[in-house]
């Protein structure tokens, strides 16, 4: 493979609408490169990036896959990322590796929330962005829908080119001053696109206005600078199935979109003894080495692989990088270049690349790679999608527990949206994710790759436990079995405290204000041992606690009966005491809905998320008929709503859920749950 330089480097992912054409996208620019032959089909299952047995067996894609050229003198690193919302963490994680986002949209779908999230996500990272409207050649009324895209996402998306011929090609509006296209005189889209470059550039508009044309010679930095800066957003048509308009894209990729050595910054901190300091890279190849890592995936024959992105120095196979807070260096014996399932090893990667290592266990998900002797180095990183879909599993085979949790260990480390959890009191063991489909696709791994089949059910609510008011609690811990005894005594008083406390550590804010030696200064973290082991276990339905103040303020002890364990007891005891006297509560998740439905569908799905508990806080009409309800609900109401959502809508409705807040619960559910709470009698 030739040799290129950061200059020649274009990153770019591929992210939108499911079903867009991303990954047909994605074969027709190997095609044009001259990678592969011909394209490949995603109902045939035989693309370069949906080669995951998985992903061919589900049709569609689950992972972000990346591919990789060469063409126009560039070498293009491409992540195509799955379009569906159960996946949108894959989509989400692949953005610090790139220069710029591509938004693939189908004009016959219209714009689902993964887009409009995905574009919102992009522009407040400040990632330069740009369009692809696909399946010109049946998409319909073209005008309304490129309306409906200035209208979602701001004036700043211009056509770089239009469609010509009832979609059977395209013309460049950029290049081309005069002609006809499906979308009127090309004239008029040129003047726009060429006023909203050269706002960016008070000399170039000066000369603009004087001569009223540039050339488009004169407007390559600007054009790349109003992406950068977020005044361009460029809008392209193709139709990738008939190889209608990619060329054009790969040409604007190489000559108009940003590369590693101009691309906007990444937030990078170095983090030392006294805070963080914002970062200032320079893609300098002889810099000081700094990757990061934004993937992790598992290969059937490689085994591990870490996909990092190279923002400053060159790595090769004798750089011994630290991995985030580690204080040893891990030694990158190998380096991939990745294509799809094909790989071949290179010696190095300069700034702005993307490789992959393999079989390094310290290397882990956004952990940054770093030679800095002054402290470590982090990125601010997205916040990806709480997972709020759970399923209670177990084994359906005794003795494949223990195979079960290291196959579970290893899916957590490839995919930050995916979670287990194992809940004490239920003694369920819980995986959870950001939707049904999700977890169906873990289920199926497990099977796959792992040989392991398990059973599934709804799980519990994961409600948690505080206090409305405040109280005190006492007891006196007093054993006598001959010999040397046990004594404690403990008071405390409670209430309840807000998030920002500044002394709350894990919900817990303990304080000491005991005096005179009451409780002797070594039986306190005793104390404390109690009141947390009740945190965790719950004092009134078995959940968790939160947010509460506790502070001993008085007790008793025993020159020689006194121990830890009578203080651990009885400051667990009093603690209960406490909060069964502070008007106790059980929190409820709720979940934030975003609900994309046809907008006749609108009381259909308010009146059903009423019946749910569910709340409306507001409804945008979109272009094309459809509308974006957005709610919030008990997550304990929602947890099948994918499938409520397409009986009511034939199909045509999807959803985002994610994490919102906690409330209290009715007081009709509260006592349910309480009656059905049995606690464990603690030996003591």
């Keep these: 493979m030739a040799q290129y330089g950061t200059e020649q480097i274009r990153n770019v992912a591929l992210v939108g609408t499911t079903a867009s054409g991303k990954t047909t996208l994605a074969e027709t620019m190997l095609v044009t490169a001259g990678v592969i032959g011909r394209v490949g089909t995603v109902e045939a299952g035989n693309t370069v990036s949906d080669w995951d047995e998985l992903e061919q067996k589900f049709g569609h894609s689950i992972d972000s896959s990346l591919i990789t050229f060469e063409f126009e003198g560039c070498h293009f690193n491409v992540i195509d990322t ?7 963490g894959k ?4 953005l610090p590796a790139v220069e710029t986002m591509v938004l693939v949209l189908d004009p016959t779908v219209g714009i689902d929330p993964v887009a409009r999230r995905m574009m919102k996500i992009a522009k407040e990272r400040n990632l330069p962005r740009a369009i ?20 979602t996402f701001g004036s700043e998306c211009c056509p770089i080119n239009l469609p010509c011929g009832d979609g059977a090609s395209v013309v460049s509006c950029f290049q081309e001053t005069s002609g006809e296209s499906d979308l009127g005189d090309i004239a008029d889209f040129h003047t726009s696109l060429v006023d909203q470059i050269v706002e960016v550039d008070e000399e170039l508009m000066a000369t603009y206005l004087e001569a009223g044309e540039v050339a488009p010679e004169q407007l390559l930095q600007p054009f790349r600078r109003a992406m950068r800066e977020g005044h361009l957003v460029p809008v392209g048509f193709a139709s990738t199935r008939n190889d209608v308009g990619v060329t054009s894209l790969m040409h604007q990729i190489a000559r108009l979109f940003p590369n590693p050595a101009e691309g906007n910054p990444r937030p990078l901190q170095r983090v030392h003894e006294g805070g963080r300091d914002d970062l200032s890279l320079s893609p300098d190849p002889s810099g000081s080495p700094i990757a990061h890592c934004f993937k992790v995936a598992s290969d059937p024959f490689v085994g591990k692989l870490c996909f990092f992105r190279v923002h400053q120095g060159t790595i090769n196979n004798s750089t011994n ?30 700034p702005g690349d993307i490789v992959a290592v393999s079989k390094i266990e310290e290397i882990g998900y956004d952990n940054v790679l770093h030679l800095d002797e002054d402290g470590w180095i982090a990125m601010d990183t997205i916040t990806l999608p709480k997972p709020m879909f759970g399923l209670a599993i177990e084994t359906t085979t005794k003795g494949a527990e223990s195979k079960l949790g290291e196959a579970l260990s290893k899916m957590q480390a490839e995919d930050p949206t995916f979670v287990l959890e194992r809940n004490a009191t239920t003694h369920e063991m819980v995986i ?14 497990l099977k796959d790759r792992y040989g392991i089949e398990v059973d599934s059910h709804p799980p519990k609510v994961a409600y948690k436990e505080t206090i409305t008011g405040k109280a005190e609690g006492h007891h006196r811990h007093k054993k006598q079995s001959g010999g040397s005894g046990q004594f404690g005594e403990v008071y405390l008083r409670i209430e309840p405290v807000s998030d920002n406390c500044e002394d709350l550590v894990g919900g817990l804010a303990f304080i000491d204000e005991t005096f005179g030696g009451s409780v002797p200064k070594q039986y306190l973290p005793a104390i404390e041992k109690g009141v947390r082991r009740v945190m965790a276990e719950g004092a009134i339905a078995g959940y968790p606690l939160q947010n509460i103040k506790v502070a001993v303020y008085d007790g008793k002890h025993h020159a020689v009966d006194s121990k830890e364990v009578a203080f651990v007891t009885a400051g667990r005891r009093a603690f209960i005491d406490a909060v069964q006297k502070a008007s106790p509560v059980l929190l409820e998740p709720f979940v934030k809905l975003e609900i994309t439905i046809p907008a006749n569908y609108i009381g259909d799905i308010s009146s059903d998320l009423s019946g749910r508990r569910g709340r409306i806080q507001g409804t945008d009409m979109l272009a094309g008929n459809q509308a974006v309800v957005q709610a919030e609900a008990p997550l304990s109401e929602v947890m099948t709503y994918a499938n409520q959502l397409k009986s009511i809508t034939g199909g045509a409705g999807s959803y985002i859920m994610e994490y919102s807040h906690d409330e209290n619960t009715p007081p009709n559910v509260q006592a349910g749950v309480i009656a059905a709470f049995s606690p464990e009698q603690h030996d003591d």
């Design 321 to 350: 990088p630290k991995v985030a807070d580690h204080r040893k260096g891990v030694r990158l014996s190998h380096l991939y270049r990745y294509c799809g399932k094909s790989h071949e090893e290179v010696r190095s990667a300069v």
């Design 82 to 88: 799955p379009g569906r919302g159960d996946f949108i």
């Design 432 to 445: 959870r994710g950001i939707g049904e489909l999700h977890l169906r696709a873990k289920l199926q791994l």
């Design 132 to 151: 692809l409207i696909n399946k010109i050649n049946v998409a319909g009324d073209l005008s309304e829908f490129l309306e409906a895209v200035k209208q």
């Design 91 to 94: 989509a989400m994680s692949s």
